[in-house]
């Protein structure tokens, strides 16, 4: 019983450091993919949530999603893209 307790507190430290290293990569894809545009603060959010699930930014500041096939696939309820 301990050493599940032990094994499950184990894999909860590591989950957290993995997602804060995710969290830090993707603020700077994404404020790279968001310099350009005049909506930044729906920019950000979108392109964080879209990187945390996705673990990748597409290059560039426009386009270029087929790089990165989770972060072009993610749609929207009416089908429109999630990911800027």
Known sequence: MAT???ALLLLAVLLTIFL???ANKC?????????????K?????????CCAKCLCVPPGFYGNKGLCPCYNNWKTKRGGPKCP
Request: charged share 25%; hydrophobic share 30%.
């Open 4 to 6: 599940l307790r032990l």
């Open 20 to 22: 804060a290293e995710a």
């Open 27 to 39: 603020g700077g894809q994404c404020s790279r993919r968001c310099a350009r545009t005049q909506y």
């Open 41 to 49: 603060k729906p920019c950000l959010f979108f392109c964080n949530k």
